[in-house]
């Protein structure tokens, strides 16, 4: 594994610069998800065809990551996070242009462009900042796992108040108005981040080739194979399933019933990713990672992948074998699910310091873009089998599958190897 570079006190201000700007993408990509999911599902669309409007969204991730990670060593990591941020300020003007009186093949074809320009910006971001992390942390001591897994693990809580925040704002001012807030807030934040952007951060090299992209490295290729399978166990239950099965249990089709329903389900996202990202933070000193030599930390990544397919498998079997939604269920499910969750944060946050550890400084954005890739080839499988396994078989096989991929992507952590 490779070191990281010494710390200066202007990497320090390129960090936070990068991080505030992460964290105020990452809270508008949180709330417009929910804005969206609720805003279709309470206009009549199935489960299928919710999962239709994410799917160019994942799609554009994986395209992105591979392009970002040449891009941002050809033009520097500057370049592309104030591109993801743009992009994201001209999907939401975007997408507050929706008619109500377009057809509904119309509106799902509009609203996937749209979300496809917003899966290119959230990754263009995230390459920018996990990128920044490996450049920028202080070697030694666990310094580089306790710099990636404060980034993660803050990153998901700010995007889970962003789901709490677009289920808020779309039940007390509507879908428009939400949508272009966001957009003059992101737009302010880019606009601060490009005036006082503080030295620190690589400015590229014009020998970067488009094929450097593809690693030779075996680890950093299973680990991406791992992460393909990791976030596909999320969001086949996390995308569509649970929020509409939330939906069906806790709306009465009333006004009032919608309100409340979108208020609950934001709210247990919002909590969800929250503990996620809690958890994430916490992991370096929950795994001892300043004392423990680094094999021993990749060694660690296929134990709990395999603790985690455990939680979704049991689940499972006992949505299944209840049959009739009941408070008991519903309690059960939210309580499983944070358990998952929690799970789900140690698994990723070793991933996500694993790649920075296998990179080397020359090739960080390049092996980040790449295994992103992975992520949104995992968040696409996710999003689905999301749609299609809750058509076919509700809550159950969602997470019948969840436990599946998961432990395919033990499989993969298991070959990871540390001389």
């Not at 030779?216 to 399933?241: H, I, M, Q, T």
């Not at 509409?244 to 249990?249: E, I, R």
């Not at 990723?348 to 790449?370: K, N």
């Not at 089998?385 to 998961?406: E, F, K, M, N």
Request: charged share 10%.
């Amino acid at each position: 594994m490779s070191s990281t570079t010494d710390h200066r006190p202007q990497g320090l201000a390129a960090y936070v610069a990068v991080t505030a700007a992460y964290w105020a993408f990452m809270l508008t990509d949180g709330a417009l998800r929910m804005l969206v999911l609720l805003h279709f599902h309470s206009l009549g669309f199935s489960p299928v065809q919710l999962a239709y409007l994410f799917l160019l969204y994942e799609l554009a991730g994986i395209v992105t990551n591979l392009s970002a990670g040449w891009i941002a060593a050809r033009f520097g990591l500057t370049s592309t996070l104030y591109a993801g941020l743009a992009l994201q300020v001209g999907a939401l003007l975007a997408l507050a242009q929706l008619d109500p009186g377009w057809s509904l093949t119309a509106s799902v074809i509009f609203v996937m462009a749209v979300q496809g320009v917003s899966g290119v910006a959230k990754d263009l971001s995230k390459m920018s900042a996990k990128s920044a992390v490996k450049l920028l942390a202080p070697s030694g001591q666990g310094g580089l796992f306790r710099w990636v897994a404060l980034l993660t693990g803050s990153k998901n809580a700010i995007k889970g108040l962003g789901f709490l925040a677009g289920a808020a704002m779309l039940a007390l001012f509507g879908f428009v108005p939400a949508v272009l807030g966001m957009a003059a807030v992101l737009g302010a934040v880019l606009l601060a981040v490009s005036l006082r952007m503080p030295s620190g951060l690589p400015t590229g090299r014009k020998g970067a080739k488009f094929t450097e992209v593809f690693s030779k490295d075996p680890n950093v290729n299973w680990l991406s194979a791992a992460r393909v399978f990791l976030f596909g166990a999320r969001d086949v239950w996390f995308v569509v399933g649970i929020p509409v099965y939330f939906y069906a249990v806790l709306s009465d089709g009333s006004e009032a019933g919608n309100r409340i329903a979108f208020f609950t389900i934001g709210s247990f996202m919002a909590v969800w990713t929250i503990l996620y990202g809690t958890v994430q933070a916490a992991a370096p000193k929950a795994l001892r990672a300043a004392t423990r030599p680094a094999s021993e930390i990749v060694g660690t990544a296929r134990h709990w992948a395999l603790s985690l397919t455990v939680v979704p498998a049991g689940l499972a079997v006992l949505v299944w074998w209840a049959g009739t939604p009941a408070d008991w269920l519903t309690v059960t499910i939210i309580v499983g699910l944070l358990v998952f969750g929690a799970l789900f944060a140690v698994n990723s946050a070793l991933h996500s310091y694993l790649i920075l550890a296998f990179s080397t400084g020359e090739r960080v954005t390049m092996d980040v873009g790449f295994y992103y890739m992975a992520n949104a080839a995992g968040r696409l499988l996710g999003t689905l089998l999301s749609g299609v396994s809750y058509q076919i078989g509700g809550l159950p096989l969602c997470l019948a599958t969840a436990a599946v991929l998961v432990a395919i992507s033990a499989l993969g952590a298991a070959r990871l190897r540390v001389d």
